[in-house]
């Protein structure tokens, strides 16, 4: 079955310095994405409930964006569904950060997928006192 990708987007009130380093420091993810992170050349192990997964770090740009490609030996790599990123967009008239977060799921799952960013995000909000 075919992936779709959709967009997802967060009021996260805090500098975008501050939001970065919870993006792509093992420390800041495993705050609040899984339970914990391990990089070994700009490959990150994401540990959840004892499971790795692994993602490849794609390209950054630094208190902006950041894309991993999942590491899936299942799936072909040119694939666009094992990719997933993070843009830091500050509005330029409220001057409120929001995080915009791209991701790939299966049709049946989209709502679950949805509901899965929005806890992870609740849980980056409280760990920053939002």
């Not at 992170?37 to 692994?54: H, L, P």
């Not at 830091?88 to 799921?105: C, G, K, M, P």
Request: glycine residues 4%; negative net charge.
């Amino acid at each position: 079955m075919e992936k779709q990708k959709y967009e997802l987007e967060f009021l996260v009130n805090t500098s975008p310095k501050i939001l970065f380093n919870f993006l792509t420091t093992p420390s800041g993810l495993s705050d609040w994405f899984s339970d914990d992170v391990n990089i070994r050349n700009d490959i990150y192990t994401f540990i959840w409930e004892g499971e790795e997964t692994k993602a490849k770090l794609i390209t950054k740009k630094k208190d902006e964006y950041v894309k991993y490609q999942w590491i899936d030996e299942d799936e072909n790599p040119e694939d666009e569904g094992c990719y997933f990123d993070f843009r830091i967009r500050v509005d330029s008239l409220t001057n409120e950060t929001a995080l915009i977060v791209t991701d790939y799921s299966e049709a049946d799952e989209m709502d679950s997928a949805e509901k899965l960013w929005e806890s992870q995000i609740s849980e980056l909000k409280h760990i920053l006192g939002l």
